[in-house]
């Protein structure tokens, strides 16, 4: 018997934590350009300054976890791999 939701089940797989993240992080650099594009003034730059910064932090955890997942036997080949995997 599994414990765990259907959800926590799914993002045990590293591929799909991994799409989750690449996401969250291409969510994040749309948020900075739109920011840094359509909001004027001091906010915009702190906006977008802000947004860059969590996808930079996001990139930075990503390739950590990566590093980690290198060293175990799952056939992840790359989040573009995943992708072409799942369509």
Do not use: C
């Amino acid at each position: 018997m599994a414990v765990g939701t259907r959800l926590s089940l799914q993002l045990a797989d590293f591929g799909t934590r991994s799409l989750v993240t690449h996401s969250l992080m291409a969510v994040g650099f749309v948020g900075a350009v739109v920011s840094g594009i359509f909001v004027e003034g001091q906010l915009g730059t702190i906006s977008m300054a802000a947004f860059i910064n969590f996808t930079a932090g996001l990139w930075i955890s990503q390739s950590i976890h990566s590093l980690g997942n290198a060293a175990t036997d799952d056939e992840y080949e790359g989040v573009l791999k995943e992708i072409l995997n799942r369509v």
